[in-house]
């Protein structure tokens, strides 16, 4: 119960910072403070059960950013959707390994 809270503090706590960090200049230790709640995030939020689909959502997520960043010096206000979305896949992409990993170890025992 108490991990259930914390990892969806980490994820709350994430997404606020993600975006809030657009628009204030945080510093550089904003980068590790979004990636270590991102190793939260995988360690307490994903079942065994939802890996498959986090990961899924996570390489759509990250393709897409990467993808469609050219199109975001095209409009105004553009270059902060593409902070909000660099960070978030900032957030993700921990929480991805640490899904992936455990999926890969709990395919090999069985």
Wanted: hydrophobic fraction near 65%; aromatic fraction near 8%; charge should be positive.
């Amino acid at each position: 119960m108490a991990n259930s809270n914390i990892g969806r503090w980490a994820f709350i706590i994430a997404a606020i910072l993600a975006i809030l960090a657009s628009f204030v200049n945080l510093g550089t230790a904003v980068v590790w403070v979004l990636a270590v709640l991102g190793l939260v995030v995988g360690f307490l939020n994903v079942s065994e059960k939802e890996s498959q689909g986090f990961l899924i959502a996570t390489i759509a997520l990250i393709v897409a950013v990467r993808a469609l960043s050219p199109l975001f010096g095209d409009f105004a206000g553009g270059a902060t959707v593409k902070l909000i979305l660099d960070n978030i896949a900032l957030v993700a992409s921990p929480a991805s390994l640490v899904v992936a990993v455990r999926h890969i170890w709990s395919a090999a025992r069985s």
